[in-house]
């Protein structure tokens, strides 16, 4: 893995995939018979632009407790502890994930506490915000996603959620926050950008 500094956000520096990391072998060592393909290694659009969001504003996050839901390689969880966040978590599925979120965090200097595992159908947790990073490319994902952000809204919990138009994001949900023209690395070229939203969910 190569350490680079994240397009649209160079503040901050990640390792990243390269043509000889050999990420798919990862994935072929994945629990399970149907292992899911190593997104976490790879920065999209939307936790590009809640990334950038947080350290612009660094009011939206400065001195509260964080949850990065999705967090793949730790970027919007990053960018919050950057910005001042008194307290971060950030949830992964994917195990390879969660440890490159630990060297992630260490080499920009900030504190995160990464877990593993799909935090939809757990109890609310004990933070004060939830940003959500792209997790709305899935039906079925997009439809627990928002069950649990319907749950930590009735907590008083407030929720961001950085997306730049995926199939099924609940747009009567949402109320633009931000704008930004960030790089969609998910499409394989980074010197590509798009138009991409913070949105509030409600």
């Known amino acids: ?120 159908a757990d109890p609310v947790p004990e933070v004060d915000i939830v940003a959500v990073g792209d997790l709305f490319y899935e039906a079925g994902l997009a439809e627990r996603v928002t069950a649990f952000l319907d749950r930590c809204v009735s907590a008083g919990i407030d929720v961001l959620v950085g997306d730049p138009g995926r199939a099924h994001l609940p747009h009567p949900r949402l109320k633009t926050v931000a704008e930004y023209a960030v790089a969609d690395v998910g499409t394989g070229n980074a010197a590509t950008t798009k138009p991409s939203a913070v949105f509030s969910f409600g």
Request: proline residues 7%.
């Open 1 to 120: 893995m190569h350490v680079v500094a994240v397009p649209s956000v160079p503040e901050i520096r990640l390792y990243a995939a390269h043509p000889g990391s050999g990420l798919w072998r990862l994935a072929d060592d994945a629990e399970g018979d149907d292992p899911p393909p190593p997104y976490w290694a790879y920065q999209w659009a939307g936790g590009l632009v809640l990334a950038r969001h947080f350290l612009d504003r660094p009011e939206a996050v400065r001195g509260r407790r964080v949850l990065d839901l999705g967090a793949g390689s730790g970027l919007v969880g990053i960018a919050a502890g950057m910005a001042g966040a008194s307290a971060v978590l950030a949830a992964e599925v994917d195990r390879n994930g969660v440890a490159a979120i630990g060297l992630n965090a260490m080499l920009n200097g900030v504190e995160v506490t990464a877990v593993r595992g799909d935090l939809t």
